[in-house]
C-alpha cells in the first residue's frame, strides 16, 4: 500500500511494520507466525514430552489444502522446540498420510509435484501417499458395510472400479459429501490402526469445525458430532485431536502467505469454488459456504459454535452397544423398528438417510 502511516506498528514488539489485524490487534509477521503457532502448541498439550514415557506416534491426514500443510508446518516448527528444550527430545513423531486429492475430486490433476515438494520440506517425517480406495485394503469391513447399505458389489475388477461405482450409486450431492466424508475418515483410521500410531491429528479450522456441526446437526448426525469436533477418543477406539482449533480460517490464509515454502505444496479448494458457482450445494457445501462469508463478518459466533459442542458430553457407550456398520455412532435397536429391511443391520438414522438415496435410485431403473 502506498504510503503507508509509519504508526503502524506491531502492537506486540512495537518494533516492526504490522501487516494485518489479528482478533483486533495489529500484528507484524513474526508476532503473527508466533501467535498461530502458540495456539496450535496449546492444542497438542496432551503430545508433550515426559521423563518416562515413550514418544507418541500421530497420524497427519494431508490434504495439500491450506489448514493442514499449516497445521504440518506448525507441528514441525513445535518438534524441533521440543528438541531444543530441556529434555532434548520431542514428544512425538509425525506419520504423514496424503489421500491423493486427485482420487477424491476428479478437478485435481496430478499432485505428484506437491507431495514432492512436502517432502524436501519437512524431512524429518514419514510420508505415504494412497488413493482413496485403498480403504478396501486397509479397512477389512468395509466391503460387508457398503453391502449393507445397499451396494450391490459384482463385476468389478479393480477396486477403483468398485469404489467409482458406489460413489456413482448415490444420486444426491448431500448423500455424496456424506459418505466421501465417512469413507475418508474410515480409510484414515484404518490406516492409522495399521501403522500403530497414538493418535490422529486433524487440521481443522475453528471455521471447518463450526461447519462441521452446523452440517451434521442439519444430517441428523448431531450424535457424532462430538467425535468429529472434540478432542478425545473416537468411535473407532482411537484418539483424536484438533490443534488448530482456536484458529479461523482467515488466519490459516494469511499464515500460508507469509511461508513461501508453502505456496508449492497447497492445492486449491475445489470444493469451496464449486460451491460459490453451484446451485445444487451439499449440506455440507452449503455450511462451509455459510460459515466463510458469515463467519468473517461474525468469527466470535462460529467459535461460540464449536466451544459449546465442547462442553456436550459425548453419547457414553460401552462396547457392547449396537454401533453403526458405517458411521459407528451408537444405535438404539428401538430406533429401527419402523424399518423392516434395516431392523437387522442397526445402522444409525443419518446413513439410512443417505441409504435410501442408493436403493430409491436403484429401484427407478
Ligand atoms: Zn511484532
Ligand atoms: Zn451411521
Given at each position: 500500500m502506498p504510503g503507508k502511516e509509519i504508526s503502524d506498528i506491531c502492537i506486540y514488539c512495537k518494533d516492526s511494520e504490522a501487516i494485518a489485524s489479528i482478533r483486533g490487534r495489529r500484528l507484524c509477521r513474526n508476532c503473527f507466525i508466533d501467535y498461530a503457532n502458540s495456539k496450535a502448541s496449546r492444542g497438542m498439550t496432551s503430545y508433550r514430552p515426559h521423563k518416562?514415557?515413550?514418544?507418541?506416534?500421530?497420524?497427519?491426514?494431508?490434504?495439500?489444502?491450506?489448514?493442514?500443510?499449516?497445521?504440518?508446518?506448525?507441528?514441525?516448527r513445535l518438534q524441533q522446540r521440543q528438541v531444543s528444550a530441556s529434555l532434548g527430545r520431542a514428544g512425538y513423531d509425525v506419520h504423514v498420510l496424503i489421500v491423493d486429492p486427485s482420487t477424491i475430486h476428479p478437478g485435481h490433476t496430478?499432485?505428484?509435484?506437491?507431495?514432492?515438494?512436502?517432502?524436501?520440506?519437512?524431512?524429518?517425517?514419514?510420508?505415504?501417499?494412497?488413493?482413496?480406495?485403498?480403504?478396501?485394503q486397509?479397512?477389512?469391513?468395509?466391503?460387508?458395510?457398503?453391502?449393507?447399505?445397499?451396494?450391490?458389489?459384482?463385476?468389478?475388477?479393480?477396486?477403483?472400479?468398485?469404489?467409482?461405482?458406489?460413489?456413482?450409486?448415490?444420486?444426491?450431492?448431500?448423500?455424496?459429501?456424506?459418505?466421501?466424508n465417512l469413507l475418508l475418515v474410515r480409510l484414515?483410521?484404518?490406516?492409522?490402526?495399521?501403522?500403530?500410531c497414538d493418535g490422529i491429528v486433524w487440521g481443522d479450522s475453528d471455521s471447518r469445525l463450526a461447519a462441521k456441526t452446523l452440517a451434521n446437526v442439519a444430517k441428523g448426525r448431531g450424535a457424532s458430532t462430538?467425535?468429529?469436533?472434540?478432542?478425545?477418543?473416537?468411535?473407532?477406539?482411537?484418539?483424536?485431536?484438533?490443534?488448530?482449533?482456536?484458529?479461523?480460517?482467515?488466519?490459516?490464509?494469511?499464515?500460508v502467505?507469509?511461508?513461501?515454502?508453502?505456496?508449492?505444496?497447497?492445492?486449491?479448494?475445489?470444493?469451496?469454488?464449486?460451491?460459490?458457482?453451484?446451485?445444487?450445494?451439499?449440506?455440507?457445501?452449503?455450511?462451509?459456504?455459510?460459515?466463510?462469508?458469515?463467519?468473517?463478518?461474525?468469527?466470535?459466533v462460529m467459535a461460540n459454535v464449536v466451544r459449546i459442542v465442547n462442553k456436550?458430553?459425548?453419547?457414553?457407550?460401552?462396547?457392547?452397544?449396537?454401533?453403526?456398520?458405517?458411521?459407528?455412532?451408537?444405535?438404539?435397536?428401538?430406533?429401527?423398528?419402523?424399518?423392516n429391511e434395516a431392523s437387522t443391520i442397526s445402522m444409525c438414522y443419518a446413513c439410512l438417510r443417505s441409504r435410501a438415496d442408493i436403493l430409491q435410485d436403484s429401484s427407478s431403473n
Open positions: 518416562n514415557t515413550a514418544t507418541y506416534k500421530l497420524l497427519l491426514p494431508l490434504s495439500l489444502g491450506i489448514s493442514s500443510s499449516s497445521l504440518l508446518h506448525m507441528l514441525d496430478d499432485v505428484q509435484s506437491n507431495v514432492d515438494a512436502v517432502k524436501a520440506s519437512f524431512p524429518r517425517h514419514t510420508f505415504t501417499t494412497v488413493p482413496l480406495h485403498s480403504i478396501f486397509y479397512d477389512a469391513t468395509i466391503k460387508d458395510t457398503l453391502c449393507d447399505f445397499g451396494f450391490v458389489d459384482e463385476g468389478f475388477d479393480s477396486d477403483k472400479a468398485r469404489l467409482d461405482a458406489f460413489r456413482a450409486s448415490l444420486s444426491t450431492a448431500t448423500a455424496r459429501d456424506d459418505i466421501d484414515i483410521v484404518a490406516f492409522a490402526k495399521t501403522n500403530s462430538t467425535w468429529q469436533v472434540c478432542d478425545g477418543v473416537s468411535p473407532w477406539g482411537i484418539d483424536f485431536c484438533f490443534p488448530l482449533r482456536e484458529l479461523y480460517k482467515f488466519e490459516l490464509e494469511l499464515y502467505q507469509q511461508l513461501p515454502e508453502l505456496a508449492s505444496i497447497t492445492v486449491p479448494d475445489l470444493q469451496s469454488q464449486e460451491n460459490s458457482s453451484n446451485r445444487n450445494l451439499s449440506i455440507d457445501g452449503l455450511m462451509n459456504q455459510y460459515v466463510k462469508t458469515q463467519g468473517e463478518k461474525y468469527p466470535g456436550l458430553q459425548p453419547i457414553s457407550s460401552n462396547k457392547q452397544d449396537a454401533r453403526c456398520p458405517l458411521c459407528s455412532t451408537p444405535v438404539e435397536r428401538t430406533a429401527l423398528s419402523g424399518d
